[in-house]
Nanobody, 119 residues
């Protein structure tokens, strides 16, 4: 299984970025997808998840109202629209895949994509 995250970059505080994750290598039917992030010197943290049909989304309190997760199953792709970015959003963002259908447990791997927000 491959989870290829892209779309990161350098942006000023208040700006926006859209992250994309393309999944490949297996069948993803029924599985939730999401995003986690890890800031320098800190542990990784949950950002957002979305169910297979898109009907259920969850967000970390720190990003609610600013980030929006979405997915296109026909493309095995999940997106993270990030608005009103803050310096504390600086981190490597990793795409995540639900471990088992309905488990709400996620694994992430790959290189991730670096988001840097300048003040």
């Amino acid at each position: 299984v491959q989870l290829q995250a892209s779309g990161g970059g350098l942006v000023q505080a208040g700006g926006s970025l859209r992250l994309t994750c393309a999944a490949s290598g297996r069948t993803f039917t029924g599985l939730g997808m999401g995003w986690f992030r890890q800031a320098p010197g800190k542990e990784s943290e949950f950002v957002a998840t979305i169910s297979w049909n898109g009907g259920t989304t969850k967000y970390a309190d720190s990003v609610k109202g600013r980030f929006t997760i979405s997915r296109v199953n026909a493309k095995n792709t999940v997106y993270l629209q990030m608005n009103s970015l803050k310096p504390e959003d600086t981190a490597i963002y990793y795409c995540a895949l639900e471990r088992l259908i309905g488990s709400d447990r996620y694994d992430y791997w790959g290189q991730g994509t670096l988001v840097t927000v300048s003040s």
